[in-house]
């Protein structure tokens, strides 16, 4: 199926003006407002490899274009896994050849592959390389660990979601900016059956403080649009009190998760930040192999849902308030098999369809 459209991308470089993309059988055309930033004429390729002939480049945002078009590319239906242009000039491929995005391909021509292009954080988190902080080993409460780095900003991730036409965004909780919308959903009787976490306002004010101040968690808000609708606590594995329960990685991170409002259930948005965090999470620092979760044992749609985005089921276990399920997703597995974007994607999500 060839897609028509007019696609809105990368909307954390311009949150004001985003930057668009045009693309057919034939064309990719990077807009700024009305403006043609990049035009590449497509040539008809066979298998999943795709290729372009750059004619036209304006001047200033070349490299916020390229990359641009290079998201339109790999959300292509049927999606290809490597794309190759050439008449890029050298001063704005030199960068992303030296970040290993690239891959030179003869005197004229560059490369690029999916799985390197969805593990390249800048896209998405604004980072501007693959670059991570140097590895301190330290102590805490008798377990050593590399120390780990201050979240920074208040936005970790961006990304526009085609099949939803909507942004979605990763924000660090703000203990005043979020607490009514936190405090609400952990009142709500399907969170607190599972968290357990019912309070008070002040007493919500104290438990996302305490996120804040731990060094091994960040405290997450996930907005459609703007839009608050769950909440996500990340942390590293190391530290956590999941790591006496399996052979633990230094780098591994963990993952507890709450949809707070339920017009933001169902199939087509639990596609998007599902596959969005973990895609932030393995951004976040390129050393992390897997990411493990571990839902109770009897929260059956949370491990469905867990089973079809990738995850495997590696045992149970008890925790001392609870049994759980002890999942995981290797990072080969989800970039390898493109579970950042479900299959069908490019299609319109059917309308009132939930899980």
């Not at 750059?54 to 390229?66: I, K, R």
């Not at 050393?287 to 990738?310: K, L, M, W, Y």
């Not at 579970?339 to 899980?355: A, R």
């Amino acid at each position: 199926m060839n897609i028509h459209c007019d696609l809105p991308v990368l909307a954390s470089l311009y949150p004001d003006r985003q930057l668009r993309v045009r693309h057919d059988p034939h064309e990719l055309v990077v807009l700024l407002d009305a403006r043609v930033q990049l035009r590449i004429a497509l040539h008809p390729t066979t298998g999943q490899t795709l290729s372009g002939q750059v004619s036209h480049l304006e001047p200033g945002l070349e490299q916020h274009a390229l990359l641009a078009a290079l998201e339109a590319a790999f959300t292509r239906a049927p999606l290809p896994i490597r794309i190759t242009l050439t008449r890029l000039p050298p001063t704005t491929t030199a960068a992303l050849i030296a970040d290993g995005l690239l891959r030179q391909a003869g005197h004229e021509g560059v490369t690029c592959d999916a799985e390197a292009f969805w593990q390249y954080p800048r896209p998405w988190s604004g980072k501007a390389s693959f670059g991570v902080a140097p590895q301190q080993f330290v102590l805490s409460e008798g377990k050593r660990h590399p120390l780990r780095p201050v979240a920074s900003g208040d936005v970790l991730y961006s990304r526009h979601i085609p099949w939803l036409g909507q942004t979605l965004t990763f924000q660090q909780a703000d203990p005043e900016r979020d607490l009514p919308a936190f405090n609400r959903w952990m009142n709500s009787p399907r969170v607190a059956h599972f968290w357990e976490e019912q309070g008070s306002l002040e007493q919500h004010r104290a438990y996302l403080q305490k996120q804040l101040d731990d060094p091994h968690t960040v405290p997450v808000i996930g907005r459609f649009d703007g839009q608050a609708f769950g909440y996500f606590e990340v942390y590293w594995a190391r530290e956590d009190r999941i790591s006496p329960f399996y052979d633990v990685d230094d780098y591994d991170r963990g993952l507890h998760l709450l949809v707070g409002e339920e017009a933001f259930r169902g199939k087509a948005f639990y596609t998007a930040w599902c596959s969005s965090i973990c895609h932030y999470l393995f951004l976040d620092d390129p050393r992390t192999q897997r990411i493990v979760c571990e839902p109770r044992h009897d929260n059956q749609r949370q491990i469905a849902n867990f089973d079809r985005s990738g995850f495997a089921k590696v045992k149970h276990f008890d925790f001392p308030h609870k049994r759980a399920l002890l999942v995981m997703l290797s990072r080969e597995r989800f970039f390898s098999e493109r579970l950042y974007q479900p299959l069908d994607s490019v299609k319109p999500p059917k309308e009132g369809f939930k899980v």
